[in-house]
């Protein structure tokens, strides 16, 4: 996580600091954290603290932090729900002294479906634990999880009871049966491979794939508003908006999630429609896709993702950290993936792909083109997949092509591009957090690598290991004596 320059309270500049999300830091004159906070608007936020009357007309809590406050940095994200997040783990790093209002150690709910039991089901929690289990989250928007969870329940008929295997017991004190929204795995009217079908749909959703299900949503209150059921329409309508504030592309910040196993429908019809529709003269049997994840110029990474025969090929993806560039250019940043990658391809005299694909509308494409050129690639097809509308850009053509959205082409193309976005995604967030978790340890003496993963496996988190004493420390972690734990415990304080 990359903060701007550490600063002096008199150092304060509104024109300096952008109007964008982000989370601002507070240190007192001994360098110690106080407080952590986030804003919508950046440079408006801050402006809250360092205007002259604050020290006046502030509350005794205001005023007390103003005049605290010795240091000061902040670091830039990408949206107000990723800066939510990024608080509530600064806050359970460093344990502000003023951040009153979140030292319950609050945690962000996850959706966790444990793929053991016999009819699995979507059920919310707070810790990830190591059981094996598949949690995709954290959500900042509680309420509108817990609500798309029961609307996803209902809509796929899954179970809501908390029994694991539920049978005719189970049944008399379900209230599911009076509203019919369950399939009622506890009576035997589904098989567990039917039920399993059911939960791979809900899972597709959890996983991005928010487009089908949306739609029969959207057929339901169109038919609920003809009918004059303003009501249930309304429903169906807050449901649409519910499923996008939590699972929508933007919103999506899973933690660790394991990956199901994905199915790619178009296959073989995919791969003969694209090539005719984009009137290329080989089947693109391999087709390569790049895409960039940065949270403006932050620990900036790439993509790439292949996939064979209409089918993902995971032994050949590969993950870039950007280095040339610093700054927040997209453009640039695809330059560099595509041309380190087809480098390596030409100087090691490996097959070229058939296809080769970009995240993105005119401006990544172009870039890839460039980058093709400057490491003096042969010609190659590629196109470029634009999110907003699905518009496919092909070089030297100034229109884009739109299929329908039913399109057999277009569904691979979606398939790859939402690979690569994964992908991409799940690398930079795993970069995110172990620079989060690291920062503080890292500043210990005679504290390494393994020394600092053993300690945060052993308690959990820094807030954990600051209510430690050295004798807890030196018992719990193998290899840490007591000179070590007490130098841990007065370097935490």
Request: glycine share 6%.
């Amino acid at each position: 996580m990359i903060w701007a320059e550490t600063l002096r309270f008199e150092d304060y500049h509104p024109s300096e600091i952008p109007a964008q999300p982000g989370v601002y830091m507070f240190r007192d004159r001994f360098g110690k954290v106080i407080y952590v906070g986030k804003a919508r608007d950046l440079r408006r936020r801050l402006g809250n603290y360092f205007q002259p009357s604050r020290k006046r007309t502030g509350d005794a809590k205001l005023r007390s932090l103003i005049n605290s406050i010795a240091q000061w940095s902040y670091t830039v994200v990408r949206t107000e729900d990723e800066a939510l997040l990024l608080e509530s783990q600064l806050i359970k790093t460093y344990a502000p002294y003023y951040n009153i209002l979140m030292r319950d150690d609050k945690r962000y709910l996850l959706l966790k479906v444990d793929l053991s039991e016999k009819f699995p089901t979507l059920t919310l929690a707070r810790l990830k634990k190591p059981d094996n289990a598949r949690y995709y989250g954290p959500f900042p928007h509680g309420t509108a999880l817990k609500m798309t969870r029961e609307f996803l329940l209902s809509h796929f008929g899954l179970r809501g009871c908390k029994t694991s295997e539920p049978d005719e017991e189970t049944r008399k004190h379900c209230l599911k049966k009076l509203v019919k929204d369950c399939c009622a795995p506890c009576t035997g009217k589904v098989t567990v491979e039917e039920y399993r079908a059911r939960l791979d749909a809900a899972l597709a959703v959890l996983d991005g794939d928010i487009a089908p299900v949306k739609e029969a949503i959207k057929e339901k209150m169109l038919r609920a508003a003809s009918e004059g059921k303003f009501e249930i329409a309304a429903r169906y309508r807050d449901a649409m908006a519910n499923i996008d504030a939590v699972f929508g592309r933007k919103n999506r910040i899973f933690e660790n999630p394991s990956l199901p196993d994905q199915k790619f429908p178009a296959g073989e019809e995919g791969i003969r429609a694209l090539a005719e529709r984009l009137g290329l003269q080989t089947l693109p049997r391999k087709i390569i896709c790049f895409d960039i994840s940065n949270i403006l110029g932050t620990l900036a990474v790439a993509s790439m993702v292949t996939f064979t025969d209409g089918k993902p090929d995971r032994q050949a993806y590969r993950r870039f950290r950007i280095k040339t560039v610093m700054q927040s250019d997209d453009f640039a940043m695809m330059r560099e993936a595509v041309s380190r990658h087809f480098s390596r391809l030409l100087k090691e005299e490996l097959p070229l792909p058939d296809l080769l694909m970009v995240d993105g509308g005119k401006g990544q494409l172009s870039s890839a083109v460039e980058a093709l050129i400057s490491v003096g690639a042969p010609p190659l097809p590629m196109l470029g997949l634009a999110e907003r509308n699905e518009e496919i850009y092909i070089p030297g053509h100034s229109e884009p092509i739109v299929l329908d959205r039913h399109h057999a082409a277009l569904k691979l193309l979606q398939s790859v591009r939402d690979e690569a976005h994964r992908f991409a995604i799940t690398y930079h967030r795993n970069l995110r957090e172990k620079r989060i978790q690291s920062s503080l340890l890292d500043d210990i003496p005679g504290i390494g690598d393994v020394r600092k993963r053993q300690l945060l496996r052993a308690f959990g988190s820094l807030a954990q290991l600051k209510r430690a004493d050295a004798v807890e420390i030196a018992r719990r972690v193998p290899g840490i004596g007591m000179s070590i734990a007490e130098k841990i415990v007065d370097f935490l304080h």
